[in-house]
């Protein structure tokens, strides 16, 4: 495998048989999949190496709908790598109801279901740095960990026990999966990476059935054309939708989009924090609700242990689906992290004293970590109850081109988000279920945020989590999403979309592990 700065390479035109636009999660993930196969495969990434702010700037959206509170700069990367190298890590599949055709919920329902996805999770697993790919999220979870299920249960009827997992690479076990520094270890020579290589535009045929050629231009804005047998787009969840948008000199309305959905149905998960809990009185309802460290035969992976709304309750009310978990957020002087940099090789007199002035806490942690399998004892701040609730898909949430152009003259995302009153209902109904679950649990219960009260008149402090996703949704029909059941776009015979942006609802779960089943369903595809 090679990896070259598309500056340096001195063709004009350049060929493959599957080209991938994007080096993130789903456009490395095909390359390693396909990497060893007689196919000739190229990744254009519009990054290189390192964050570089120029190149982050063409990444800058005209937002016209509700505030985004992520910095997007920071959340979508132009590197190698792609959004991995800023991601969290925390990994859950979605659930069996987020496939489904759901009454409640308009415009739901997945071309395929959760069995057809389920059989790629733990190929999925291993690109992800977990320990499973799926079966862990309910009460299987238990067994998987070899622990006996706590005495007491949740009330079923109307929360649901939920387990994330956190991404661990290989090369650092204190931190998530870093794609672009694994990519040099795609040993196959039929792989090739092209850094600083940004695609400008998407050339058809003059019937718009078939993608001809791209056309790509390197540092410097100097131009080469890549001709691929079939192309797939794993850009993201807004730039997949704006560069078929922005792709419109033989397409009027853009590559794939004589129905108007490109763009459309756009998602995103609204988070927030619903309630506190006092950091002493609440380490019984850690120690329940909060980090395990199971082992696999990968090694030993960290899961943190949330509720969700059951589905029977979501049905029943008109809910949407939404989990809530415990987030310790550490004291500046809390040891573990000084320990990470001390087993890092990176100590600093400032961790030295703080790791020397906490001797208890450290003896404690080693404890817990070794003996008894769970998360690390912190210095808090405070102890907060999180929330993520899904968003119902409305074709008005959207992403259309704005008047204003990068630096390439590609216009801008104009993002034209939609906020719902389903999901504040959610989200304070899923509160109060959880505030009088832990006192039916014995657990000291949260205290609920003023603005989280269901009669309360103040709006929801809800954020988006950087979680874009549905903008060139999958369907069977046209005139409803963008591509079909093996991701290609309708009506173009060679051309595919990878990432979040195929999904047509997005639970309350972190979208990477699905991102990555996909692409490795995908990647099957490609091959056969």
Not at 62 to 90: E, F, K
Not at 280 to 309: E, I, M, N, P
């Amino acid at each position: 495998m090679r990896i070259d700065d598309l500056s340096a390479v001195r063709d004009t035109e350049l060929g493959a048989d599957v080209c991938i636009i994007g080096s993130g999660p789903a456009g490395l993930t095909i390359a390693t999949e396909l990497a060893g196969t007689r196919l000739r495969v190229l990744v254009l990434e519009s990054g290189g190496l390192k964050l570089a702010p120029d190149t982050d700037e063409l990444n800058d959206i005209d937002n016209v709908g509700a505030p985004r509170a992520m910095p997007y700069r920071n959340a979508r990367n132009r590197i190698l790598g792609g959004s991995s190298h800023t991601w969290s890590g925390r990994c859950a599949p979605l659930d069996e109801l987020d496939f489904a055709a759901r009454d409640w919920v308009p415009c739901s329902g997945w071309p395929i279901g959760y069995a057809t996805v389920e059989p790629y999770l733990n190929r999925a697993a291993t690109h992800l740095g977990l320990g499973y790919g799926g079966g862990y999220t309910g009460d299987r979870f238990w067994e998987l960990a070899d622990r006996v299920p706590p005495a007491q249960d949740l009330d079923r009827r109307w929360l649901r026990p939920y387990f994330w997992q956190i991404s661990k690479d290989p090369a650092d076990p204190f931190d998530s999966k870093r794609f672009g520094a694994h990519a040099a270890g795609i040993t196959a020579s039929n792989v090739r990476i092209l850094l600083n290589a940004t695609v400008t535009h998407i050339d058809t045929n003059p019937s718009g059935a078939h993608v001809e050629s791209l056309r790509v231009v390197d540092a410097e804005g100097n131009a080469r054309t890549v001709r691929a047998a079939r192309i797939v787009l794993a850009t993201g969840g807004i730039e997949n939708a704006r560069l078929l948008l922005a792709s419109n000199e033989i397409e009027p309305a853009g590559v794939g989009n004589r129905h108007d959905v490109v763009g459309r149905y756009l998602l995103d998960h609204r988070c927030g924090v619903v309630g506190t809990l006092d950091p002493q009185s609440s380490a019984a309802a850690r120690d329940r609700f909060g980090k395990y460290v199971v082992k696999s035969r990968s090694g030993k992976h960290t899961f943190l242990h949330g509720v969700a709304l059951s589905p029977e309750l979501q049905a029943a009310e008109g809910l949407l689906n939404c989990a809530l978990w415990i987030q310790e957020v550490p004291a500046d002087d809390d040891p573990w992290e000084a320990v990470k940099n001390l087993l890092r090789g990176h100590l600093t007199p400032h961790d030295a004293r703080i790791v020397a002035t906490n001797p208890g806490l450290l003896l404690s942690g080693a404890k817990r970590r070794l003996i008894n399998h769970t998360g690390l004892p912190r210095k808090l701040e405070h102890v907060e109850l999180r929330c993520m609730v899904e968003q119902a898909p409305d074709p008005n949430s959207r992403i259309t081109l704005s008047d204003k152009v990068d630096r390439l003259g590609i216009p801008l995302a104009r993002i034209d988000w939609k906020l719902s009153p389903r999901e504040d209902t959610t989200v304070r109904r899923a509160a109060a279920l959880a505030a009088t679950e832990f006192a039916r649990l014995g657990f000291p219960p949260p205290e609920l945020h003023e603005w989280v009260r269901e009669a309360s008149p103040l709006p929801a402090h809800l954020t988006d989590w950087a979680h874009p996703t549905g903008s060139t949704r999958m369907s069977t029909d046209p005139g409803t999403g963008v591509v079909d059941a093996d991701c290609r776009v309708h009506a173009i015979d060679n051309l595919y979309i990878a990432g979040s942006s195929v999904f047509p609802t997005n639970g309350h779960a972190n979208p990477t592990l699905t991102i990555v089943a996909l692409a490795v369903r995908l990647a099957d595809h490609l091959r056969h």
